[in-house]
């Protein structure tokens, strides 16, 4: 969400940014929350001016008692009667006036940086930097679903007789590979300064519209019924909220931490062959990282977030590249954004595997996480976010990067210790 007083300032940069976005439906809130704004201020300054002319007046009403003056007590009292009266219209005016500019300042994207290419949809991001030598090896490579298969590591039709389909049993030295990703990222990202933390698995509506935009809201979220709870569709949703209502000392920042969840995403729509087994399911786990820093500061730890992704899976064999988002793929409360895609030797092409986001101020102006500098100055921190690995989809990129002709899989110097020491995994059949 941008400043209010930006969008009154520079109501043109606003509507300019929204096109830069190809969201042009969005154009008339602008002039809606300009026209709505005055209209809030000035039943602001009706209500201000009816408390100060009915507190004046009931200071009267004392000494006209106690100098016998009944009469004229009773006629200010009937007068601060229809101020009251008045000041509780204005008041209810006042409040909706203001909920309706909050509501539709929520709807009007950030203002993104200039860096970012212009274009309509993700067909118009833009190729970065290529991160080893990608490799297509002289042997067919099965779908990743059959890789797993013939290390009994995967039951997709029992996992849809008990939840339906989106859904999965890892088993074996599959579930283990699983586990020893997450735990090596873990380790990865604590020797890197990160504090370790496990949040909260549910948060409440206030959490969820303050860091996501209401489109993202409805296409991701379950909502536990009868509760005023999410299941979260990413630990960057609670790590955030763990700063809600906060007044943060300038001197402590950043604050830098990385998370483990299992992450529950509704994931709607209809899906190509690329994106079944586990590419695009409903339940997944999770390492994240995320920052909140001063404004000055966010730019750099953009850049340090996207390579400790690239870091990460370079330390595992795993060729990777970087693509930065154009407008309009980013999502409106993001500022930059780039993916990190893995190299499918399978298909010969690079496919997602990480996401990292600079959101400005935008998270922080919504929950209110604020900063107090030396001169007890406050203003709104910066948050940024950033996948470190999402193994079901990783496991794809691991899996065909690391297959041999015989069917066993190799395994990386850096994730031996969380293997029993394993070199390679060999299939059961």
Known sequence: MIDIKFLRENPDVVKENIKKKFQDKKLPLVDEVIELDAKSRAAKQEADDLRAKRNQLSKQIGGLMKDGKKDEAEAVKAQVAEFAERLAEVEELEMTYAEQVQKNMMMIPNIIDPSVPIGEDDSCNV?????????????????????????????????????????????????????????????????????????????????????????????????????????????????????????????????????????????????????????????????????????????YWYEQLWKNTVDLFRSMDIPVRTLECCSGDLADLKVKSCDVEAWSPRQKKYFEVGSCSN?????????KIRVKDAENNKYFAHTLNNTVVAPPRMLIAFLENNLNADGSVNIPTVLQPYMGGKSKITPKN
């Not at 190729?127 to 080893?132: A, D, L, V, Y």
């Not at 059959?146 to 939840?163: C, E, T, Y």
């Not at 959101?359 to 929950?367: C, E, K, P, S, V």
């Open 127 to 299: 190729e970065i930097e290529k991160f080893g030598e990608p490799v297509v090896p002289d042997f067919e490579i099965p779908y990743h679903t059959d890789i797993m298969s013939r290390f009994d590591g995967i039951d997709l039709d029992a996992a849809g007789k008990v939840a339906g389909n989106g859904f999965y049993y890892l088993m074996g030295d599959i579930a283990r590979l699983h586990s020893a990703v997450i735990s090596y990222a873990r380790d990865f990202m604590i020797e890197r300064g990160f504090t370790y933390c496990i949040p909260p698995f549910m948060i409440r509506s206030n959490v969820v519209t303050g860091v996501m935009s209401f489109e993202e809201m409805d296409a991701m979220m379950y909502k536990i019924e009868g509760e005023d709870l999410y299941l979260i569709g990413t630990s960057e949703h609670s790590m955030i909220g763990k700063f809600i209502d906060t007044i943060n000392e300038e001197e402590k920042l950043p604050y830098t931490l990385t998370s483990y969840s299992p992450c529950f995403r509704k994931e709607k729509g209809a899906h190509g062959i690329e994106e079944r087994g586990v590419y695009r399911i409903h339940q997944f786990e999770k390492q994240e990282m995320i920052v909140v820093c001063k404004p000055e500061d966010s730019m």
């Open 359 to 367: 959101l400005g101020d935008a998270q922080a102006r919504r929950l």
